[in-house]
């Protein structure tokens, strides 16, 4: 049995229980993983963006040593239809994009695969394509609901109205590029066909989901897929479901009757694995003399692919963030000749804060009021969307602990006036914000003779520190240590769970977790301690405790205070300080929880200012499709980071834990370029914020109040 007055393992700093595997390298990642007769598979992706495969010939290819088969959408097998479409590789000729999967070749050795798959002949019929997302295509429309069910467009109140009338508006519209996710880890996989059970080693954020699709577009049962993921080595979304080059290798695996290996090389990635969508958004924000809001019109358009319909929530931030009586909120898409945007680092909110805490900073200009206190006196006191109450909201708390922290008191708010020799200075503040999601979860506990506990779940450490985390959890639900507790994931075998991403990780397996170990000690107390040779073992299940919450807004809340320099000839800009302060209900460990939230906020930074990929409109293809041409954030560019938390008790599930993973991303691009602004006097509205777009600051400093199309009255 547990020890009973054991000290409390959530909440303290605790080292990651798998970091002794990770430093000696003695963790197995997807690649790693030893399998016999291993054939190497290379994928022929199309160069062209519209169109169909006329021919696919693979004599040279076959010709070559150590080539075992060429596989095309002739030779392949049939597989069901799921609800992505995007995953029916070599299923037909038709090609929906540049770099989309047409064959693939299996050899003996990598080296021969990739040689062999270079001679492949593939002949298209081409048409033309369609590949930038303009705001004059006529063919944009409104979708009825984007992703996370949310609906597409909403509106309360007399926007247009409060904004003919408001004291002060601005009318301002912010551009966001594509960016691509780039974890560390490739997208891998090793798959191996037993008869009719599939095993497959994968890069994962969710090996049950990951498992119940490939079994549906196999046509088997679940129970013969056994996903592995014992270490991932980052995902950021990418990895969060399958992604075509997973759904080649078991297709290639059954076709070739041998085990396959798969590793995509970083240029494979860009178009197969998923990217965030570029968008155009355009907010309107309308304000009394006090500065209190009278109207926000928030309108996002962004892109898809004609293959699916994905159409990310980009406005949803702005139905949560602050008081008005007139809101609309607005998503449009077009469908393009391009791969299926998808998920990565909090998708929606990243870029659609962007634009809503630029604006802010904006309207505060307009008013001459403080950013900080604008924010504050539109706090709002219920979701202003749904008019539901929040079940907890500490944003003027995580505001005001910022600013006292940054040395705030005191800013001159002048734009242009700080200089630091050859730099000048500058300093900006943006809110954060991101949704809770709880989903359904099962686990199972057991107790050893020994004295020790087992718990197992099909969760997944993707890096963030989870196996740490829920070994914390159980640990103080079964009233032990941490020492004594064991915990196994990462396999599809283990009881369902969903995946890691929207920071819904923790919360949800951490509530089975608690469930099962809770429901262990009942059990060991009516046996009064008595563990039998095999153990006590139970298991749990959260899905009616989820469906049984109270209705509720559910979020968490931040602020981020920045400090740049940027260089008076050379439009350089170094992010000198990024402190932020956070409200996420309980904290269970310390030490991951600040790796998580600074390292969240270097992928804003490096949003901010480095990453965009380029769009090449005659091929279809984008052209900077390397680390080499697509920048993100090094050593170099990051200096002086702080994170901190305020204590927020949040009762929505038994550990009061909310999510953490992606909330320091959210608002850092915006402190970034108010903080810029305030430097230079210039305003940059497109990221990311390259040199090029600032070194016109020492001759045309007008540019920030007034450029084309864009209106600020006061």
Same mark, same amino acid.
């Not at 560390?184 to 498992?211: C, F, K, R």
């Given at each position: 049995?547990?020890?009973?007055?054991?000290?409390?393992?959530?909440?303290?700093?605790?080292?990651?229980?798998?970091?002794?595997?990770?430093?000696?390298?003695?963790?197995?990642? +997807?690649?790693?993983?030893?399998?016999?007769?291993?054939?190497?598979l290379?994928? #022929?992706?199309?160069?062209?963006?519209?169109?169909?495969?006329?021919?696919?010939?693979?004599?040279?290819?076959?010709?070559?040593?150590?080539?075992?088969?060429?596989?095309?959408?002739?030779?392949?097998?049939?597989?069901?239809?799921?609800?992505?479409?995007?995953?029916?590789?070599?299923?037909?000729?038709?090609?929906g994009?540049?770099?989309?999967?047409?064959?693939?070749?299996? +050899? @003996?050795?990598? %080296?021969?695969?990739?040689?062999?798959?270079?001679?492949v002949?593939?002949?298209?019929?081409?048409?033309?394509?369609?590949?930038?997302?303009?705001?004059?295509?006529?063919?944009?429309?409104?979708?009825?609901?984007?992703?996370g069910? !949310?609906?597409?467009?909403?509106?309360?109140?007399?926007?247009?109205?409060?904004?003919?009338?408001?004291?002060?508006?601005v009318?301002?519209?912010?551009?966001?590029?594509?960016?691509?996710? &780039?974890?560390?880890?490739?997208?891998?996989?090793?798959?191996?066909?037993?008869?009719?059970?599939?095993?497959? $080693?994968?890069?994962?954020?969710?090996?049950?989901?990951?498992? =119940?699709?490939?079994?549906?577009?196999?046509?088997?049962?679940?129970?013969?897929?056994?996903?592995?993921?014992?270490? #991932?080595?980052?995902?950021f979304g990418?990895?969060?479901?399958?992604?075509?080059?997973?759904?080649?290798?078991?297709?290639?695996?059954?076709?070739?009757?041998?085990?396959?290996?798969?590793?995509?090389?970083?240029?494979?990635m860009?178009?197969?694995? &998923? $990217?965030?969508?570029?968008?155009?958004?355009?907010?309107?924000?309308?304000?009394?003399? /006090?500065?209190?809001?009278?109207?926000?019109?928030?309108?996002?358009?962004?892109?898809?692919?004609?293959?699916?319909?994905?159409? %990310?929530?980009?406005?949803?931030?702005?139905?949560?963030?602050?008081?008005?009586?007139?809101?609309? =909120? #607005?998503?449009?898409?077009?469908?393009?000749?391009?791969p299926?945007?998808?998920?990565?680092?909090?998708?929606?909110?990243?870029?659609?804060?962007?634009?809503?805490?630029?604006?802010? /900073?904006?309207?505060?200009?307009v008013?001459?009021?403080?950013?900080?206190?604008?924010?504050?006196?539109?706090?709002?006191?219920?979701?202003?969307?749904?008019?539901?109450?929040?079940?907890?909201?500490?944003?003027?708390?995580?505001?005001? %602990?910022? +600013?006292?922290? *940054?040395?705030?008191?005191?800013?001159d708010?002048?734009?242009?006036?700080?200089?630091?020799?050859?730099w000048?200075?500058?300093?900006?503040?943006?809110?954060?914000?991101?949704?809770?999601?709880?989903?359904?979860?099962?686990?199972?506990?057991?107790?050893?003779?020994?004295?020790? *506990?087992?718990?197992?779940?099909?969760?997944?450490?993707?890096?963030?520190?989870?196996?740490?985390?829920?070994?914390?959890?159980?640990?103080?639900?079964?009233?032990?240590?941490?020492?004594?507790? =064991?915990?196994?994931?990462?396999r &599809?075998v283990?009881?369902?769970?969903?995946?890691?991403?929207?920071?819904?990780?923790?919360?949800?397996?951490?509530?089975?977790?608690?469930?099962?170990?809770? =429901?262990?000690?009942g059990?060991?107390?009516?046996?009064?301690?008595?563990?039998?040779s095999?153990?006590?073992?139970?298991?749990?299940?959260?899905?009616?405790?989820? +469906?049984?919450?109270?209705?509720?807004?559910?979020?968490?809340?931040?602020?981020?205070?920045?400090?740049?320099?940027?260089?008076?000839?050379t439009?350089?800009?170094?992010?000198?300080?990024?402190?932020?302060? !956070?409200?996420?209900?309980?904290?269970?460990?310390? @030490?991951?929880?600040?790796?998580? *939230?600074?390292? &969240?906020?270097?992928?804003?930074?490096?949003?901010?200012?480095h %990453?965009?990929?380029? #769009?090449?409109?005659?091929?279809?293809? !984008?052209?900077?499709?390397?680390?080499?041409?697509?920048?993100?954030?090094?050593?170099?560019?990051?200096?002086?980071?702080?994170?901190?938390?305020?204590?927020?008790?949040?009762?929505?599930?038994?550990?009061?834990?909310?999510?953490?993973?992606?909330?320091?991303?959210?608002?850092?691009?915006?402190?970034?370029?108010?903080?810029?602004?305030?430097?230079?006097?210039?305003?940059?509205?497109?990221?990311?914020?390259?040199?090029?777009?600032?070194?016109?600051?020492?001759?045309?400093?007008?540019?920030?109040?007034?450029?084309?199309?864009?209106?600020?009255?006061?």
């Amino acid at each position: 049995m547990g020890t009973v007055g054991a000290e409390k393992s959530v909440g303290a700093d605790v080292a990651r229980v798998d970091g002794v595997a990770k430093v000696t390298g003695a963790a197995r990642y +997807a690649y790693e993983h030893p399998v016999r007769d291993a054939l190497y598979l290379w994928p #022929v992706q199309s160069t062209i963006a519209a169109g169909r495969v006329r021919v696919v010939d693979a004599s040279s290819a076959l010709a070559k040593p150590d080539v075992v088969a060429v596989l095309d959408s002739s030779s392949v097998p049939k597989l069901h239809p799921v609800e992505d479409p995007g995953l029916a590789v070599l299923q037909s000729e038709d090609v929906g994009y540049r770099g989309q999967i047409v064959a693939a070749v299996a +050899a @003996r050795t990598l %080296e021969a695969a990739r040689e062999a798959a270079a001679a492949v002949r593939v002949v298209y019929d081409e048409v033309a394509h369609h590949v930038l997302l303009r705001p004059d295509d006529p063919a944009i429309y409104a979708p009825d609901t984007v992703n996370g069910g !949310f609906a597409g467009t909403t509106e309360r109140g007399d926007v247009d109205a409060a904004l003919a009338t408001a004291a002060a508006a601005v009318d301002v519209t912010y551009t966001t590029p594509p960016e691509h996710a &780039s974890p560390i880890e490739p997208h891998s996989t090793i798959a191996v066909w037993e008869g009719d059970t599939l095993t497959m $080693y994968e890069a994962t954020q969710g090996p049950w989901v990951a498992a =119940t699709t490939l079994a549906g577009l196999f046509g088997i049962s679940v129970d013969n897929v056994h996903v592995v993921a014992d270490h #991932v080595g980052g995902g950021f979304g990418s990895k969060a479901v399958l992604r075509p080059p997973s759904v080649l290798a078991a297709l290639a695996a059954r076709a070739v009757g041998r085990p396959i290996k798969l590793a995509m090389t970083r240029q494979q990635m860009f178009p197969l694995v &998923s $990217y965030r969508t570029p968008t155009i958004q355009r907010i309107r924000l309308g304000a009394d003399p /006090d500065g209190r809001l009278v109207a926000v019109e928030h309108d996002s358009l962004q892109q898809s692919s004609r293959i699916r319909e994905y159409c %990310e929530q980009t406005v949803t931030a702005t139905r949560v963030m602050y008081a008005t009586s007139n809101l609309r =909120t #607005v998503h449009r898409l077009a469908r393009l000749d391009m791969p299926t945007p998808s998920w990565m680092r909090a998708p929606g909110e990243a870029p659609g804060m962007f634009a809503l805490e630029s604006a802010m /900073d904006e309207l505060a200009n307009v008013l001459g009021m403080d950013p900080v206190e604008l924010r504050i006196i539109n706090d709002a006191e219920v979701e202003p969307e749904s008019r539901l109450a929040f079940s907890s909201r500490h944003l003027v708390a995580c505001l005001r %602990e910022g +600013a006292r922290r *940054f040395g705030w008191e005191g800013r001159d708010p002048t734009p242009g006036v700080r200089r630091d020799g050859p730099w000048l200075i500058g300093t900006g503040v943006a809110s954060s914000h991101h949704p809770v999601h709880i989903r359904p979860s099962t686990a199972s506990a057991r107790a050893n003779p020994d004295g020790t *506990f087992l718990v197992r779940l099909a969760a997944v450490d993707i890096g963030t520190g989870s196996r740490t985390a829920l070994t914390q959890v159980a640990a103080d639900a079964l009233l032990t240590t941490p020492e004594r507790v =064991t915990v196994e994931l990462g396999r &599809s075998v283990l009881p369902s769970a969903p995946l890691a991403g929207g920071s819904m990780g923790t919360a949800s397996w951490g509530w089975a977790v608690t469930k099962a170990c809770e =429901t262990l000690l009942g059990e060991l107390d009516q046996r009064s301690g008595a563990i039998p040779s095999a153990g006590v073992e139970v298991a749990a299940d959260t899905t009616e405790d989820v +469906a049984q919450q109270k209705p509720l807004a559910r979020h968490t809340f931040g602020a981020q205070f920045c400090q740049v320099r940027v260089g008076i000839e050379t439009g350089q800009v170094l992010v000198d300080r990024l402190l932020g302060v !956070f409200a996420a209900g309980q904290i269970v460990n310390a @030490r991951t929880a600040r790796s998580q *939230f600074l390292g &969240s906020m270097v992928m804003g930074i490096s949003m901010a200012l480095h %990453e965009g990929l380029e #769009v090449d409109p005659r091929y279809g293809d !984008f052209a900077n499709r390397d680390l080499a041409g697509y920048h993100i954030a090094a050593n170099a560019d990051i200096r002086n980071l702080e994170a901190y938390w305020i204590e927020e008790h949040d009762e929505q599930n038994p550990m009061g834990v909310k999510g953490i993973g992606e909330l320091g991303i959210v608002g850092t691009a915006a402190a970034v370029a108010n903080a810029v602004h305030h430097a230079t006097g210039i305003r940059v509205r497109t990221l990311p914020i390259t040199l090029e777009r600032v070194r016109r600051l020492p001759h045309d400093r007008s540019a920030s109040t007034a450029p084309p199309g864009i209106t600020i009255r006061a």
